[in-house]
């Protein structure tokens, strides 16, 4: 039975450039393998509730895997681009969380709503940001930051030429 399935193995060539400025940073691609073992028994005496427990646990070791090559490369490119706050062993505090809010460029939308890019913290921070975001002096800062933001974009925007072609 198992001689019947059909194995392909397809590998992309090449990596994922990066460049930020003058800085450059290639990563090539990672492999992804995973396992899935069947004992003859299993096939014989054949369980649904079985197959399916070894198809999840067979998915949760890959997205592991995705999460970390996902991660890595994240780190790996906000390093390059100079996004990253190291807190230097200090606890989570307002200060850090605006000066990730500062080192980030955000975008506006025509109501001047601002769009602002996705943060990674650990998870076992994740209530303690939230705290530390609801209060007002948090609040006061976070909107004096992004009042300065939004002038610098429209400002910006402000410059921009449109290309007309002679005729």
């Known amino acids: 039975m198992l001689g019947q ?8 060539p090449g990596g994922i450039h990066y460049s930020h400025g003058d ?10 393998e995973s396992t899935i073992e069947l004992k003859k028994n299993e096939i014989l005496n054949f369980s649904l509730n079985l197959f399916c427990e070894k198809i999840y646990n067979l998915t949760k070791q890959r997205i592991t895997q995705m999460e970390e090559i996902l991660f890595n ?3 790996d490119v906000t390093h390059l681009a100079g996004n990253v706050v190291d807190a230097k062993g200090k606890p989570l505090s307002a200060e850090l ?11 506006f939308d025509a109501d001047g709503n601002y769009h602002i890019p996705s943060f ?4 076992q921070l994740t209530q303690q940001a939230n705290e530390i975001q609801s209060t007002i002096e948090f609040q006061n800062k976070f909107n004096e ?6 002038k610098e974009y429209n400002a910006k925007k402000r410059i921009r030429r449109l290309s007309y072609i002679d005729n």
Not at 23 to 32: A, M, V
Not at 145 to 150: A, L, Y
């Open 5 to 12: 399935v059909r194995t392909m193995k397809k590998l992309h």
């Open 23 to 32: 800085k450059e940073l290639t990563s090539d691609l990672k492999r992804i």
């Open 73 to 75: 490369v994240i780190k």
């Open 97 to 107: 969380l605006l000066e990730m809010v500062e080192k980030v460029e955000i975008t």
């Open 120 to 123: 990674a913290i650990p998870p």
């Open 145 to 150: 930051i992004m009042d300065r933001k939004r």
